[in-house]
Nanobody, 117 residues
Framework: QVQLVESGGDLVQPGGSLRLSCVASGSTFTFYTMGWYRQALGKQRELVAT???????NYADFVKGRFTISRDNAKNTVYLQMNSLKPEDTAVYFC???????????WGQGTQVTVSS
């Protein structure tokens, strides 16, 4: 069992930056691919970025060049640095932990990011 707690969501102006954090507890952090997903009001949840246990990252096209995912295994934490934010980035951002086979998924409660002037 893995518990995930996100933080860092806020109201920010277009062009601004935020860094989201997700702290994991309850199981061995390094066993899991960590990811960030988001869900805007009235839309389906979508992948933002993932990072494997060996540090390989993958990004959705709409965030490439603007967002960076990283993980600190010593702190059981995954981060999402978000730069050049746009109003369309407004959503609840969820942290995800997935095992190697993809058969087990854990989710955090989400953190709200609002991009507005």
């Amino acid at each position: 069992q893995v518990q995930l707690v996100e933080s860092g969501g806020d109201l920010v102006q277009p062009g601004g930056s935020l860094r989201l954090s997700c702290v994991a507890s309850g199981s061995t952090f390094t066993f899991y691919t960590m990811g960030w997903y988001r869900q805007a009001l009235g839309k389906q949840r979508e992948l933002v970025a993932t990072m494997t246990t060996d540090g390989r990252s993958n990004y959705a096209d709409f965030v490439k060049g603007r967002f960076t995912i990283s993980r600190d295994n010593a702190k059981n934490t995954v981060y999402l640095q978000m730069n050049s934010l746009k109003p369309e980035d407004t959503a609840v951002y969820f942290c995800n932990a997935r095992n190697l086979l993809g058969t087990i998924n854990y989710w955090g409660q989400g953190t709200q990011v609002t991009v507005s002037s």
